[in-house]
């Protein structure tokens, strides 16, 4: 069964989380919405979902997005259904929104890299065991999420953007930095987004230095987040719906994968 993995724009993909979660034997079902691809009609042959970023804001008048909508709802489902889903910026302000909370423009655009603290709820989170409590993170926007959903725990914070993180239930994850990037996205990211960068005071120079200082540990502890996530909320399951690990899993239906992209 697949993670059906929504993807908004080229240059926001899976990166490192999906190349460590095929490392662990998922397979990915990628859809662009952007492009006219459709939703899954269901969930029942779904293992989780993912919610990639884009430059679709949610703010913004639908016209430019009509899909947006759609996805909200598969989203609000997904959680409803209780499978393990993980929103990374757009996909994070997403499942805010689907669940009730809410999104705004930022005073000032984060962009580069910039220190995120772990809250005191989440230094017991099993997504973030092994992660430091202040971690340098890649950051990419300009709105945040600025009310939380109820129900929901606050994971992290910056500076610039109080909510950083988001657990809802025990199975959606939000994060609205890019631990999924790898060098190349953070370059790839700067070049094309060089406007919002630059009124930032960030030069693609400017970045790239701040990328030879933090990217090692940067790069090691999104790499432990990815672990995490491809251990412990998506681990594999086989169609008896007994993970590989010994545990019973409520996310699995028992039926056999779609056709995977």
Not at 21 to 48: A, F, Q
Not at 113 to 122: Q, R
Not at 154 to 170: E, T, W
């Amino acid at each position: 069964m697949p993670i059906i993995v929504l993807q908004h724009s080229d240059l926001s993909h899976p990166g490192r989380l999906g190349l460590t979660l095929r490392d662990h034997g998922h397979r990915l079902d990628i859809r662009r919405l952007d492009k006219g691809e459709r939703l899954p009609p269901d969930l029942d042959d779904v293992d989780g979902v993912i919610s990639l970023g884009g430059p679709q804001n949610l703010d913004e008048p639908r016209s430019k997005a009509p899909w947006l909508d759609d996805e909200i709802a598969f989203v609000k489902d997904a959680h409803d259904a209780q499978l393990p889903f993980v929103g990374i910026c757009l996909g994070h302000q997403i499942l805010a929104t689907a669940l009730g909370g809410e999104v705004a423009m930022m005073p000032k655009r984060e962009m580069g890299f910039h220190p995120v603290d772990l809250s005191p709820s989440c230094q017991t989170d099993i997504i973030y065991a092994g992660v430091a409590w202040r971690m340098p993170q890649f950051h990419a926007h300009g709105r945040e999420v600025t009310k939380v959903p109820s129900g929901a725990v606050n994971l992290a914070s910056s500076k610039q953007c109080k909510v950083q993180s988001i657990r809802a239930g025990v199975r959606s994850y939000g994060f609205q930095f890019h631990f999924e990037c790898d060098r190349d996205d953070i370059a790839a990211h700067a070049r094309q987004d060089r406007d919002h960068f630059n009124e930032a005071g960030l030069t693609f120079d400017d970045l790239m230095k701040q990328c030879d200082q933090h990217y090692p540990m940067f790069a090691r502890l999104s790499d432990r987040i990815c672990v995490n996530i491809a251990t412990m909320l998506m681990p594999i399951i086989d169609r008896k719906g007994v993970s590989r690990r010994g545990r019973m899993s409520p996310t699995s239906h028992g039926r056999a994968p779609t056709t995977i992209v």
